[in-house]
């Protein structure tokens, strides 16, 4: 999108100091050995999310569904943050900000607060900005921000791996009693398989985004033969 911008409204990444390695290394030892001597990474440069990417397709429903005047703003933001977790490449996020822009401006009762490609711009920062503040944010925060009502699943006081027992323990017994009842995933080889048949030039990247399948598990099926 900085393309069709001018030099001032193009989105920049990143900080650049002009503090000297040499002054750096007086100011900040710790930093410097780390850093420069020893070459180690930022925190956030590790940090990889694999979210599925339906989180992000639901997000942009309720968003679009839900959002208000006054809100809008924080919405896209969301989305923008949701689609580094959720793997979503910046030419489907730019076209979905451009969709969402237009319905969001629909919106405007006051010719003082149009919504405008200058706070696409800004939203879509939180996309190419390294900064993993936004992008482990709290349920409580985002509803606040957004007007979005969420909440969390109830596990009622059980851990996560309880929580999960229980559920398949659930579906067993439901799908004992009632045959139409199909608990579980579908087979994940068949998704890979039926994905390779409609995008054979595809990549495995691109069947991770659509997918939602971890990277290794598309690798264990990428070349078994489709079944017939």
Known sequence: MNEILSEDDKIKIGYKSKMSLEEAKKRYPDWYQRRIVEGQ?????????????????????????GAVVGKRYYCLENLCSLAVQCCISPEELE????????????LTNDDKN??????????LATYYRNDTNAFTRKIEYISERTGIPLQRAKR???????????MNFTRQLKGRRDS???????????IVQEWRKKKPWGKKTDCQRDTGLSR??????WNVETDE
């Open 41 to 65: 990474k930022k925190p956030s440069e590790d940090f990889v999310f694999h979210r599925h990417r339906g989180i992000y397709d639901n997000w942009k429903q309720k968003i679009i569904s």
């Open 95 to 106: 076209k979905d900000c451009k969709m969402i822009m237009e319905h969001f401006e629909t």
């Open 114 to 123: 149009h919504f405008t490609l200058s706070d696409v711009i800004s939203a």
């Open 156 to 166: 009622n006081g059980n851990t996560r791996a309880e929580h999960v027992e229980i």
């Open 180 to 190: 139409k009842y199909l608990g579980g995933r579908p087979d994940k080889k068949a």
């Open 216 to 221: 290794p598990t598309i690798s264990k099926y």
